[in-house]
């Protein structure tokens, strides 16, 4: 069957370190992977979009790597702060679809 | 980046009664638009996409005569919730996307969030 997943647990960390969050996935061949924040009671913001002949993608201190063979991805948030405090959702673009994972949620403790 | 609105935010209704949810792109046509469910905790669940001057493609499970799907035009697609029943209850969210060059970018709402009582 067809599986995406993220961490179930919180991640909790510390002011200034970095955050990296997994996706892995099963089952799915897309074409390219998104990562959303989420607040509470809001609707996901999109983030970063790498595509499957991409290794990784930067914008300012957010990182996303995508490894096909492994059928995964990271995201990196470098020198985290309180405000990056947010669950983080992967999305895979399979057949003209978006298929979500359930989201990690990120605790930045100052 | 685009900008989906929704609206409301936020409805209250009783049992067996219908409610509409309108979902626009603000700044761009969307030929194309997907609605989602969310239950608390969980992750986004597509109930449908939703095609401009077309019929809406429903996901198995989900009943296209309970959730009726209208994309009247390139910028509104709406979701209307008949008879609704507690279970209904929800955050509803929408999506538009846009192509940019060879890969769709996809633009969230802020959602709805449905209690039925």
């Given at each position: 069957s067809q599986k995406i997943e993220q961490n179930s647990e919180a991640l909790n960390i510390q002011e200034g370190k970095t955050a990296t969050l997994t996706c892995n996935y099963t089952n799915y061949s897309p074409a390219y992977l998104q990562w959303y924040r989420q607040d509470p009671g809001r609707g996901p913001v999109f983030l970063l979009l790498i595509r499957e002949n991409e290794k990784e993608k930067r914008k300012e201190r957010l990182k996303v790597t995508f490894d096909t063979t492994l059928k995964q991805s990271l995201f990196h948030i470098t020198a985290?702060?309180?405000?990056?405090s947010a669950t983080y959702l992967c999305a895979l673009y399979n057949f003209n679809k978006f298929y979500f994972g359930s989201g990690t949620k990120l605790n930045v403790k100052p | 980046g685009a900008v989906v609105s929704q609206h409301p935010s936020r409805v209250i209704c009783k049992s067996g009664t219908s409610v509409k949810i309108e979902c626009r792109s603000l700044d761009f046509q969307a030929t194309t638009m997907f609605w989602y469910r969310q239950f608390p905790k969980q992750s986004l669940m597509l109930m449908a996409t939703s095609n401009e001057g077309s019929k809406a493609t429903y996901e198995q499970g989900v009943e296209k005569d309970k959730f009726l799907i209208n994309h009247?035009?390139?910028?509104l697609s709406t979701l209307t919730v008949t008879?609704?029943?507690?279970?209904?209850s929800s955050f509803y969210i929408c999506s538009a996307r846009e192509l940019a060059g060879n890969t769709y970018e996809q633009y969230f709402g802020p959602g709805t969030r449905l209690t039925v009582t």
């Open positions: 985290s702060q309180p405000a990056d | 009247a035009s390139l910028t008879s609704a029943h507690p279970e209904d």
